[in-house]
């Protein structure tokens, strides 16, 4: 069984551009979501996908926006950066009975 | 909007000590999770309470929930340095869909 991966592992980009981030859930979840941890402070939920419709959505503005594909994998695509957006920023799969998030390892934004 | 909080933010303790985290939130949830996170890293699971009452343990670890007092604690037994982390619950949010988390307590278990 394999678990829920992430690519890059770590990013820099300049303020203003445009950035894609990648996850593929873990085997079995059919259910993606998203969250953004800034350092020193809890996750926070961006959104979440379930049969590729985004069904779940935090208080993030509409520059960050996603995407799921038929095997289950997302996109979080963020647009026009901020400094405020450096973060690790962390995927999570499940099943539709929530009974257990996986987290994958993340992937460390830096906006400079 | 659920809101979790957690109690305390930062704990040191020595090794053989005992104690409590606890993880208040504001409203109804059928579902708390125990998450621990080492520097650098990610989430890694470590309890989910699915009623009231239920009380799981792993090691010199126990979670209970009381969902009457939407209270859950994290009880850590005869500390060894190990378990130094930062330990976050989160409630299920079941109208958004997703988890809203405490602020995360750091443990320092100290030899």
């Known amino acids: 069984e394999t678990g829920v991966t992430q690519s890059p592992t770590h990013l820099i980009k300049t303020r203003g551009q445009q950035v894609t981030l990648r996850c593929s859930s873990q085997?079995?979840?059919?259910?993606v979501s998203w969250y953004q941890q800034a350092l020193g402070q809890g996750p926070q939920f961006i959104f979440q996908y379930y049969r590729e419709e985004e069904n779940g959505r935090g208080n993030f503005p509409p520059r960050f926006s996603g995407l799921q594909f038929p095997n289950y994998s997302s996109e979080l695509n963020v647009n026009a950066l901020e400094l405020d957006d450096s973060a690790l920023y962390l995927c999570?799969?499940?099943?539709?009975?929530?009974?257990?998030?996986?987290f994958g390892s993340g992937t460390r934004l830096t906006v400079v | 909007e659920l809101k979790v909080e957690q109690n305390p933010l930062f704990l040191s303790m020595q090794e053989g000590k005992n104690y409590t985290i606890y993880c208040n939130y504001s409203t109804t949830s059928d579902r708390l999770y125990w998450y621990r996170q080492d520097p650098g890293k990610s989430l890694e699971s470590l309890f989910v309470?699915?009623?009231?009452?239920a009380v799981k343990q792993e090691g010199r670890l126990m979670a209970s929930l009381d969902t009457k007092a939407r209270l859950s604690t994290l009880h850590i037994t005869a500390a060894v340095h190990d378990l130094s982390a930062t330990y976050f619950c989160?409630?299920?949010?079941?109208?958004?869909?997703?988890?809203?988390f405490g602020s995360g307590t750091r443990l320092q278990v100290q030899p």
């Open positions: 309470l699915l009623s009231n009452g």
């Open positions: 999570a799969s499940t099943d539709t009975g929530w009974a257990g998030y996986t």
């Open positions: 989160a409630a299920l949010d079941t109208g958004r869909r997703a988890l809203t």
């Open positions: 085997s079995g979840h059919n259910t």
